[in-house]
Nanobody
Framework: QVQLVESGGGSLQAGGSLRLSCTAS????????MEWYRQPPGNQRELVAT???????NYADFVKGRFTISRDNDKHTVYLQMNSLQPEDTAVYFC????????????????WGQGTQVTVSS
């Protein structure tokens, strides 16, 4: 019923920047928190950043000062601005949103994007 579509990934050299976007569509009444995760090759998925409905943010230590999470509530979109990228940032990046739907009845659930690849070379 809800679809999350990500864009903005790609390949670049160390020190460069990328901006990821994730837009939700479907049976959406409101979105609580939005998050970005990443999964490096051969490793577990890890939380990168969180932004609440009111705009409060939280970052993992390994991206603090380099990445910025933001959201556009009208567009049901979350962004991740990534600066000073390093090879260790190479991963598949996933967005996640906690979404409230009203039909067929009020219900909240977490939804995930398909993932977008970010590859940083030295």
């Amino acid at each position: 019923q809800v679809q999350l579509v990500e864009s903005g990934g790609g390949s670049l050299q160390a020190g460069g920047s990328l901006r990821l976007s994730c837009t939700a569509s479907g049976n959406i009444h409101d979105i609580n928190y939005m998050e970005w995760y990443r999964q490096p090759p051969g490793n577990q998925r890890e939380l990168v950043a969180t932004i609440t409905r009111g705009g409060s943010t939280n970052y993992a230590d390994f991206v603090k000062g380099r990445f910025t999470i933001s959201r556009d509530n009208d567009k049901h979109t979350v962004y991740l601005q990534m600066n000073s990228l390093q090879p260790e940032d190479t991963a598949v990046y996933f967005c996640m949103m906690a979404i409230l739907s009203l039909q067929p009845q009020p219900y909240s659930d977490d939804y995930w994007g398909q993932g977008t690849q970010v590859t940083v070379s030295s």
